[in-house]
């Protein structure tokens, strides 16, 4: 819950989506679901003279599960409050 | 810092007293990096900020060789399902 | 899963978890991202020749095996001559290696964590 609410505070921001399969996406998250599906807009692959399948796409839906890393722009992650909420979670899971 | 005041009952207590620390972390894929943890999660999702990522690619053959890239990102989400190992900076 | 709302009726790009890269227009997806797809064709890629399209005609792709879906822009996608490009085929995504002995040696590298897991009181 907690990745999922720290990515909705960067929808509109640029981010970079590495998938498993090592192709790299950058665009504009658009929304990110309790799974960790992204939207992404305005989209741009990394080496697109060797990837020039995605040419055409503009915007895309990527499944969570084929994410490795998503690159966020530090500028807009507050890493305070990121610490603060983390041990909030781990404290309440604790109580269970 | 003993384990009774700190509150170490289980192994993610690792990770959360390693907040706001340099990590090591292993990875599958042959990759592993180092960073600031500033967020996990109980599927061992990550954030880290200043991360050095290191690949290692194996060339097979008569003399295997290792390639040793590296490239640095300021602040990275990490999927929970390809972590390995989380590892406490070393204290020495 | 609501954000795939936005593709239906819309020509789109599949890709899955093996390579493929499949066209087609989203007639309907179900909330485990299953997706039907009209008028689709796979999109097979290579060094040697253009970009060869085989028909699927309707098609039915389990959401499992998507991970990506990209809206086309048919105007974009029209002007592209397919049979000019040549690129290897997108690598498929490696199913996870097995354990056991590989992560026990990465277990044996790293004693600090053994170490402190055993302090616990």
Redesign the interface.
Known sequence: MLIFSVFKTLTDQQVTVELKNDLSITGVLKSVDQFLNIRLDNITVLDEARHPHMMAVKNCFIRGSVVRYVQLPAEHVDTQLLEDATRREAQNQMKR | M???SSG??E????I?LS??ERVFV?L??DREMTG?L?????HM?L?L?DVEETIMIVNEGEQATVNVAKRK???????G??V??V??P?RT | MSSLQGYVDRRVLLILQDGRAIVGVMAGFDQKSNVVLSDSKERVYSMEDGVEEIPLGLYLVKGDMIILIGELDETLDQAVDLASIRAEPIPPIRPFPSLAVNELLVLLDFPYIIFQTRVIP
Do not use: E
């Not at chain 2, 192994?11 to 690792?14: A, E, I, M, T, V």
């Not at chain 2, 500033?38 to 109980?42: E, M, V």
């Not at chain 2, 990102?73 to 990490?78: A, E, I, K, N, Y």
């Open positions: 003993d384990g009774s170490i009952q192994p993610f207590d690792l959360r907040l706001s292993k599958r894929g600031i500033h967020a996990y999660d109980g999702n954030i900020s990102m300021d602040m990275l989400f990490v999927r399902d390809g390995i190992l590892s406490p070393s």
